[in-house]
């Protein structure tokens, strides 16, 4: 993308110099005659760059600078002057200058400091870019579910996010334990620093110990150079340890000792190595029965245990099934380019009364097929799969009376209306038939 640069400077040769420079160079300038008619392009526009000289007639640099900061905090402003002092320095980069340039401008210079602006905003874009999407992501209130499971889940995500304590998830696979961990993380203190996740089922068994804490160069046939263990390497941040039963018993012992001493060391080193690293453990495993059939260290278990966050099987929280299965379509409809506006009555039921033994994941991938494979505009009970289809004729809500099974089924399909429409209430609830003051008392009624 060209950069866009105004020039505000009284006098017209190194106005129209500066600007003819800056035009060679590829960028699209604008110039202007005094602070007055500068102040009046940046009510009109946003500009990546302010040059403004300090001294001009109608209003002075620091004036422009002021209005540029008001119109947007992006613009990034160069103050130039001919009478210089320390203290006009200071005053213009406390008033947030980025640079201050002494006359008589020397062009080369010019450029130089204009593409280290630019490159300084790329960098601070990217930045808040990567931040803004890791909080989308990882904010636990952006976890999709309404459901009192689910609530329960948030609020206890909130109350260890800023502590050092170590927490364990249980839940079976599928249920989202490495997306709970990650909140924690990125909610807490720790959230800027890093975060490592290891599969401890994953790791080759003779290679437990080298993953999880180090080893220097020469200890073993393949280690030909020093490495660091997970709980250095996210030193001041966190390790997920997933699968936590898995690793093998004769390893457990030392993974104890390294959680409660808060030390490690790497193997074929003399020397223990301080860390300052939150851990947070996840297992789909019964930890109190693996240790009933000596699996399982318990000294170990209540050491990870001293939080445990269980996680509700999609059995538990069908409430949920329809904003997860439309999360899903939005994803997926933007992914594979495959414009799907929504799903059908027939098949959201269908898909709520299905039992997902394979969790939220097993529904992300019946959703992202359907996506894939499907015909139409919305997502009908042919585009799900055979066994998903037959479990219609058992749909239930698992409500005892009449009232409270209609209840259900009407907020459900209010949610799945209002997901077809992106949350037009207005055309929701034409498509319901009813006026939108009757909707929004439903709505309000229902939690929704």
Not at 73 to 89: C, F, G, M, P, R
Not at 350 to 373: M, Y
């Amino acid at each position: 993308m060209i950069a866009s640069i105004l020039i505000a400077d009284d006098e017209e040769e190194i106005r129209n110099s500066l600007s003819m420079v800056l035009k060679d160079e590829g960028y699209r300038c604008t110039a202007v005659a005094d602070g007055a008619s500068a102040i009046e392009e940046l009510k009109e526009r946003s500009y990546d760059i302010l040059i403004s000289d300090l001294k001009m007639p109608h209003a002075d640099g620091i004036e422009v600078l002021e209005e540029a900061l008001t119109r947007s905090s992006d613009t990034l402003t160069i103050i130039i002057t001919a009478h210089a002092t320390v203290e006009t320095a200071i005053q213009a980069l406390r008033k947030g200058a980025a640079d201050y340039i002494l006359k008589p401008l020397d062009f080369d210079e010019v450029i130089l400091r204009i593409e280290n602006l630019l490159k300084q905003k790329k960098l601070v874009q990217e930045n808040k870019y990567l931040r803004e999407q890791i909080d989308q992501e990882f904010n636990f209130n952006h976890i999709i579910g309404e459901s009192k499971p689910m609530k329960e889940v948030y609020r206890m995500v909130k109350r260890v996010s800023d502590v050092n304590s170590n927490v364990l998830i249980t839940g079976p696979s599928g249920t989202g334990k490495e997306l709970v961990a990650r909140a924690i993380h990125f909610n807490g203190k720790r959230g800027s620093k890093p975060f490592i996740a290891i599969n401890c089922g994953a790791i080759p068994k003779d290679l437990v110990e080298s993953e999880l804490f180090g080893h220097k160069k020469g200890a073993f046939t393949g280690a030909i150079s020093d490495k660091d263990g997970v709980f250095v390497a996210a030193n001041k941040g966190t390790v997920f340890l997933d699968e936590v039963g898995e690793i093998p018993l004769n390893q457990q012992v030392n993974l104890l000792r390294v959680i409660q001493e808060r030390e490690v060391k790497p193997i074929g080193s003399n020397q223990m190595i301080k860390f300052d690293t939150r851990i947070i453990a996840a297992t789909n495993k019964d930890l109190e029965e693996e240790i009933e059939k000596g699996e399982f260290r318990e000294d170990l278990y209540y050491r990870l245990n001293v939080v445990e966050i269980p996680l509700p099987t999609l059995q538990e929280r069908k409430d949920d099934i329809p904003l997860l299965a439309h999360h899903f379509l939005k994803k997926y409809s933007k992914e594979l380019n495959r414009p799907v506006k929504g799903i059908t009555s027939d098949a959201m039921g269908a898909l709520i009364s299905f039992e997902w033994k394979g969790q939220v994941r097993e529904l992300e991938n019946i959703i992202e097929r359907a996506v894939l494979l499907g015909s139409d505009d919305y997502i009908t009970l042919e585009d799900l799969p055979g066994s998903i289809q037959e479990s219609k004729g058992d749909f239930s809500y698992d409500a005892d009376s009449l009232e409270d099974a209609v209840q259900t089924f009407e907020r459900h399909h209010i949610i799945s209306v209002l997901k077809r429409t992106d949350g037009n209430k207005t055309e929701a609830a034409r498509l319901l038939g009813i006026d939108p003051s009757t909707l929004y008392r439903k709505m309000e009624r229902m939690g929704i």
